[in-house]
């Protein structure tokens, strides 16, 4: 079985450029998570999707990054403008809808490392 | 709002120890708990996922153990090993979220050979 496949890796952009990433998931998986880990710190959830719709971006700086998910599969996560704090791992997850509610597991990609300098 | 706190941030052990690194929460109300390994520079890979339900799951040298009444959860590595090395984390549902998690800030192990 294929696992979640994000590209680029890594990416280095000066501040107030744009930047974009991309992942697809394990296919089937309905779920669909990008997190956001800065250095020491445990991953942030950004934004969820349930097939291509959006179930939460609380956490995501809407002024400046966007997500989407075309036809339920693959997603792409765009920042613009990038800001130096920015600098960070971006990882993406998927995971089943469980049988009982509540019950997951995810799966994630290797992530992409962005510097912003 | 759920937090998750992991303890100790960092552990340095000898070869062949056994050790247990700790995951505590604050909202008891989840329906199950789940601990990653993270190497440097990769993403993270699931190691034992505990249903609500269960008070330990056991993968290889690995058992993991749940106490939601004390919002505790440990994960116990026996006989470690120099790959055993890596920050391992552990993440929680957030309550009333639909399959939302919240991650602890992990703790870095070094098995030294």
């Known amino acids: 079985e294929a696992g979640v496949a994000q590209s680029p890796r890594y990416k280095i952009i000066e501040k107030r450029q744009s930047v974009a990433f991309w992942c697809n998931p394990i296919?089937?998986?309905?779920?669909l998570y990008w997190y956001q880990q800065i250095l020491g710190q445990g991953p942030k959830l950004l934004i969820q999707?349930?097939?291509?719709?959006?179930?939460?971006d609380s956490q995501l700086p809407k002024d400046r990054f966007s997500a989407e998910r075309l036809k339920g599969v693959d997603s792409t996560l765009k920042i613009q403008p990038a800001k130096l704090e920015d600098s960070a791992v971006y990882l993406c997850?998927?995971?089943?809808?469980?049988?009982?509610?509540?019950?997951?597991?995810?799966?994630f990609g290797p992530g992409t490392r962005l510097t912003v300098t | 709002k759920q937090e998750v706190t992991q303890i100790p941030a960092a552990l340095s052990v000898p070869e062949g120890e056994n050790l247990v690194l700790n995951c505590s929460f604050t909202?008891?109300?989840?329906?199950?708990l789940q601990w990653f390994r993270q190497d440097p520079g990769k993403g993270l890979t699931s190691l034992l996922l505990?249903?609500?339900?269960?008070r330990e799951q056991t993968s290889g040298r690995l058992n993991a153990s749940l106490d939601k009444s004390s919002g505790r959860s440990t994960l116990y590595i026996a006989a470690s090993q120099p790959g055993d090395s890596a920050t391992y984390l552990c993440?929680?549902?957030?309550?009333?979220?639909?399959?939302?998690?919240?991650f602890g800030t992990g703790t870095k192990l070094q098995v030294i050979p």
């Open positions: 997850a998927s995971s089943l809808v469980g049988r009982v509610a509540g019950v997951y597991e995810q799966y």
């Open positions: 296919s089937g998986h309905a779920t």
């Open positions: 999707f349930q097939n291509n719709g959006v179930v939460d």
């Open positions: 909202d008891s109300a989840i329906y199950n």
């Open positions: 505990i249903q609500s339900s269960q």
């Open positions: 993440a929680v549902p957030q309550s009333g979220g639909y399959q939302k998690v919240t």
